[in-house]
């Protein structure tokens, strides 16, 4: 019977074809991987590679056996990782929602990785609304949710995207001309509220009670979805800080977008119920994480 670490070995060789880069690969010396072909050679009958003192080829035979092989180990990985993933329950479906235009493309990245790795596990994936998306994790209709920090009470990271903050204005407003502003013009100004629904330190982070110099911010109407809240900001109801992503994804004859060149950048990430952390989850958000290159970091909001 061929052992794993044989049929390894061969197949590594045929590929590389050089001792010493199969030797790095498996981890092993190159007189382990020249013992292991010379013991199959043996069992076969028959030389597999062709060696000189500058090259390594496959003989026909080597060829046919590594054709043959190949899909055999590979079906075997498969088998393995689908009899892990059942044991560590990343299987059934998972359902995400992204909240906000500019997380969809780092949810689709992450969504294809996860797929590959965990084939038995079907993503579900659907928009949230601003004014459900805290109920829909709190009830259990969405696993995960793609969104803004922070996100009271909720276990959340990495972080997937950063963006810079600009100032929505009307495009009649008297700073629609401004190169950038300071966070400070919002004392000056009405600022849209979020709903109510959404976390009180989302809120606090979006649109604050104070400026950084400690002045007082007038608090305008508030709306009940991002492009609700826009609209006010058009009509010159207020003004509203938000993502310069909201350029690309909102725009609008009627609104203006305005560097703050104080403010700190907002952070966008997966969320989730601490009590509900499934190792479905986990594997999503180590997907999440190696799709947009981040730090595997998690903690809570």
Request: one cysteine or more.
């Amino acid at each position: 019977m061929l052992e794993r670490g044989e049929a390894e070995a061969f197949l590594t060789l045929a590929e590389e074809l050089h001792f010493g880069r199969t030797a790095e690969r498996l981890r092993v010396t190159t007189g382990r991987v020249s013992q292991v072909i010379k013991r199959l050679e043996r069992r076969v009958g028959a030389p597999l590679f062709e060696r000189t003192s500058r090259t390594v080829r496959l003989t026909a035979i080597g060829r046919q056996l590594a054709d043959d092989l190949a899909p055999l180990v590979a079906g075997m990985d498969a088998a393995l990782r689908r009899a892990a993933d059942a044991g560590r329950g990343v299987t059934g479906e998972l359902r995400v929602a992204f909240l906000g235009e500019g997380t969809a493309p780092v949810l689709l990245k992450a969504a294809a990785l996860f797929g590959e790795r965990h084939p038995d596990c079907r993503v579900d994936i659907r928009e949230a609304q601003m004014a459900t998306s805290r109920a829909s994790l709190l009830d259990g209709s969405v696993d995960v949710l793609i969104a803004g920090y922070p996100f009271d009470g909720m276990a959340c990271g990495p972080v997937l995207l950063t963006e810079k903050r600009v100032l929505a204005v009307a495009v009649g407003h008297p700073l629609a001309a401004e190169e950038s502003v300071s966070l400070d013009v919002l004392a000056d100004h009405p600022v849209v509220q979020y709903p109510e629904a959404t976390s009180a330190a989302f809120r606090r982070d979006r649109t604050p009670d104070r400026t950084p110099s400690g002045r007082p911010v007038p608090k305008g109407p508030a709306g009940g979805s991002f492009s609700e809240m826009l609209t006010l900001v058009a009509m010159g109801r207020g003004v509203l800080p938000v993502g310069e992503p909201a350029r690309r994804y909102y725009p609008r004859p009627d609104v203006a977008y305005v560097p703050l060149h104080d403010a700190p950048p907002i952070e966008r990430g997966p969320v989730w119920l601490a009590g509900n952390t499934t190792e479905r989850i986990r594997a999503f958000v180590r997907a999440a994480s190696d799709a947009a290159g981040a730090p595997s970091v998690a903690g809570v909001c």
